[in-house]
């Protein structure tokens, strides 16, 4: 039983059309790009004989009904951030569709229903927060977080979940929506987002971690001033505090490669007020994003972040706080589906290799609840998060038929 590749390209330019007018590939979470990505979805998976819900969490599910109540999770997130991409995230829900469709014509039922997940909101959202969907659905989150508001209307991650189909009174941190007992395990298949698939000629990667993502807010307080008549020594810029610290941020990370494990430090988003060319900035606020293999590390390197901060803000006549948004726990998958994907992956005479994850995904909250394995398909350059962003029709091919494959024989018995 193979995919059809030509349906699985069509599908992806299809989805591809629902963005963000003059801002290709732009589907932003809580949209209404993202709700007529929702609504086709919906459409589709319906199309396609499965029986469609809307989660507590707000996820959209297709479930493939099988003969027992046992189930394996798959999926992904049909969100983007701006001008993020046609392949991220989108791979990985419409590979199951693809593969739900080629089961559905060979007459396949399997043994075990097969859940396929839209994640709602994985990518950083106007909530300040990732991974909405998977963390309220495994409750890896706090009552905190659903009191975030969005930064431009105000209103109410809680309101939204509902609007979106949730229900927040199902939601508890510490509670899962899905009965662990249940599921053998979930799979997600997802572009690599890096270089190391393309460069070793390779078809798939099978991941065996996923990093740990931590996110602070950072905000510096100065004085808003004329550009013109205040002089250079009597000044208080939080824009000249900002630019030290995010340098020294760069600086501090860079310093932990010689430690072993896997770090990134990234300041991507910065917001300056008043923001006038004539000017000195009042305030700048910026998220810090971190990924390690381990958090310990994540701990001690904040340390210093932080006393750089501090030292910044005396020497910039400056204030410089900082507000902990969230932090998850570093990943590993499971060696049973590792060991599933890559019997595939041998049978389809895929070239292949083990890999960690420095991206965080889904799957890394999912694995909080069951056992869970990743597939990476290359992408050109490595290239992610932006409008260039391509993996070809071939690529995408060769990862849904080793999703395929690995999804008939983890539910082809009981």
């Known amino acids: 039983m193979k995919i059809n590749s030509d349906r699985l390209w069509e599908t992806h330019l299809a989805a591809a059309t629902m963005t963000e007018a003059g801002s290709p590939y732009t589907r932003r979470s809580f949209t209404p790009q993202y709700r007529e990505m929702r609504s086709w979805l919906t459409d589709a998976f319906a199309q396609t004989g499965l029986e469609v819900k809307t989660d507590a969490a707000g996820n959209l599910l297709g479930i493939y009904r099988g003969r027992t109540e046992k189930n394996v999770g798959v999926g ?3 969100d983007t951030v701006p001008c993020g991409g046609r392949f991220d995230g989108i791979s990985g829900v419409l590979s199951f569709l693809e593969a739900a469709r080629c089961m559905k014509e060979n007459g396949y039922v399997p043994q075990k229903n097969i859940v396929g997940i839209d994640f709602l909101a994985e990518e950083p959202s106007e909530f300040r927060l990732s991974c909405i969907g998977s963390r309220l659905a495994t409750g890896n989150f706090n009552e905190n977080m659903l009191q975030l508001k969005h930064r431009q209307t105000g209103e109410l991650l809680s309101a939204a979940i509902q609007d979106w189909g949730g229900d927040i009174s199902l939601l508890a941190p510490g509670h899962s929506l899905f ?6 395990g979930f799979l997600e298949l997802h572009i690599e987002q890096g270089p190391v698939l393309e460069k070793k000629q390779l078809d798939v990667g099978l991941v065996t971690g996923i990093c740990s993502v931590t996110r602070y807010d950072f905000t510096v307080k100065g004085r808003a001033d004329h550009a013109g008549n205040t002089p250079m020594n009597l000044r208080s810029d939080a824009v000249v505090a900002a630019a030290k610290l995010i340098n020294g941020i760069s600086e501090i990370a860079r310093g932990t490669l010689s430690k072993g494990p896997y770090f990134t430090a990234t300041v991507g988003k910065v917001d300056v007020f008043p923001n006038g060319s004539n000017v000195i900035a009042e305030q700048v606020d910026f998220t810090l994003d971190i990924r390690c293999e381990t958090n310990q590390l994540v701990d001690e390197t904040l340390q210093d972040i932080f006393a750089l901060a501090a030292d910044t803000a005396g020497k910039t006549a400056t204030t410089i706080s900082h507000v902990k948004i969230s932090q998850s726990q570093p990943s590993i998958s499971s060696e049973r589906l590792l060991s599933v994907l ?21 799957a890394a909250y999912m694995s909080t609840v069951m056992p869970m394995a990743m597939i990476f398909i290359p992408c050109r350059k490595g290239r992610s998060h932006t409008a260039s962003e391509y993996s070809a029709k071939h690529q995408i091919a060769k990862g849904a038929n080793l999703l395929l494959q690995s999804l008939i024989e983890l539910t082809s018995s009981d």
């Open 76 to 78: 992904s997130h049909t």
């Open 179 to 184: 009965d662990a007992t249940k599921f053998d």
């Open 342 to 362: 890559e019997k595939n992956a041998i049978e389809l005479n895929l070239q292949y290799t083990r890999m960690l994850s420095g991206a965080g995904h889904d």
